[in-house]
């Protein structure tokens, strides 16, 4: 019997996803952010369902390196890819041609090696710029003269597009994005250029940052950008299914201690369950006792710690479970943000985590 821990990806979920980006954003083209192995859903899965043209795919896809772009490649993705974070080294330019790649360019040292590189086409370009997120990007007082140099650069194709990132698109706050939306309206002006600002975040809560593109992240996986806004409210579904199964099941007395460092300690004679699943698989190992894990549907809370195979629970609510019944660690019925914030995370970073020891599933 294989490892009962295992990740269910739901394509159909992640169709419906993508529908709500086009319904929010109508009429603009789509990026759809699958860098870091699609946020840990798989990077090629989630491309070929995300790019089919049958389900009015995506324009173009996003990615963090020239390694995810070549997977893509290699596996037939023949949509627009852009490097976000642009080329590490010169070299990388040639690459970029070969594949054909749209090429992020957000510091100087970039708009040099362009401009001094000799390329057997040019590439298609975004300029970044930075208007408060001071990450990557171009600063605004300098955004003309790099656009004008980057359309007068014989290795890129015209025109360039025009990108910056939202920083505090995701808070209750506008402030913050509306002086960033200022700020990329300033450096744009006059400058016959195409715009993509939006992130999931803008997509949902700042129409006005639309612009012709709009790059979908985590909201395509089915999770809310904002902490205050579940993803069921704003009409997403779950793409990640997180399961495992029950492998054990003690009776602990009142004032016996469970796990590592006997951190919980039962107040009652109890059942605890144990679950084939740890942070070798992805589970967050900071996670505290009474984390919500459901057993058959019902919610029981994590008790002690998370160790790297195993975590364990309370089932004084489930004194008829038993080896071998099903364990849903998030997913469908209990999202990921709930995990997250009981492990002092966010829901981006348990996503890109699971482990490549977790058996996937794919479900149409």
Not at 154 to 182: I, K
Request: a neutral charge; charged letters at 20%; glycine letters at 10%.
């Amino acid at each position: 019997m294989t490892r009962p821990a295992q990740a269910t990806i739901d394509f159909t979920a992640l169709r419906c996803n993508l529908a709500l980006v086009r319904a929010t954003a109508p009429g603009r083209r789509v990026m759809a952010i699958v860098k870091a192995n699609a946020y840990g859903h798989g990077l090629v899965r989630i491309a070929r369902i995300l790019g089919d043209s049958d389900t009015d795919g995506v324009d173009a896809f996003g990615v963090a390196c020239l390694e995810e772009a070549e997977a893509l490649r290699a596996a037939g993705i023949e949509r627009p890819i852009t490097l976000l974070e642009g080329v590490f080294e010169p070299s990388e330019y040639h690459a970029a041609a070969r594949l054909g790649l749209t090429v992020v360019v957000h510091h100087v040292w970039q708009l040099e090696a362009l401009e001094s590189i000799v390329l057997p086409v040019p590439i298609a370009v975004w300029l970044k710029v930075d208007t408060g997120m001071r990450r990557l990007g171009i600063s605004v007082a300098d955004t003309r003269d790099a656009w004008q140099r980057l359309g007068n650069c014989r290795n890129a194709c015209a025109p360039v597009g025009l990108m910056t990132h939202l920083a505090c698109a995701d808070e209750q706050d506008p402030c913050v994005t509306h002086n960033q939306l200022a700020s990329f309206r300033g450096a744009a002006a006059e400058l016959s250029a195409e715009w993509c600002l939006a992130n999931s975040a803008g997509i949902l809560g700042h129409p006005e940052s639309h612009g012709q593109w709009v790059r979908p992240g985590i909201m395509l996986y089915g999770v809310s950008p904002f902490a205050h806004d579940c993803a069921l409210a704003l009409g997403l579904q779950p793409v990640m299914h997180f399961t495992s199964r029950l492998i054990a099941i003690k009776r602990v007395r009142a004032g016996e201690a469970v796990g590592y460092g006997g951190t919980w300690t039962s107040t009652t004679d109890t059942l605890v369950g144990t679950v084939a699943a740890g942070y070798a698989d992805g589970y967050p190992r900071h996670a505290r006792s009474g984390t919500p894990v459901l057993v058959n549907g019902q919610e029981v809370p994590l008790v002690g710690r998370v160790s790297m195979d195993m975590l364990c629970v309370d089932l004084k609510s489930q004194p008829d479970a038993r080896i071998g019944d099903p364990v849903l660690l998030w997913g469908k019925g209990l999202p990921v943000e709930r995990i997250a914030t009981a492990a002092g995370t966010i829901p981006y970073e348990l996503l890109c985590r699971i482990a490549p020891r977790v058996a996937i599933k794919e479900q149409d």
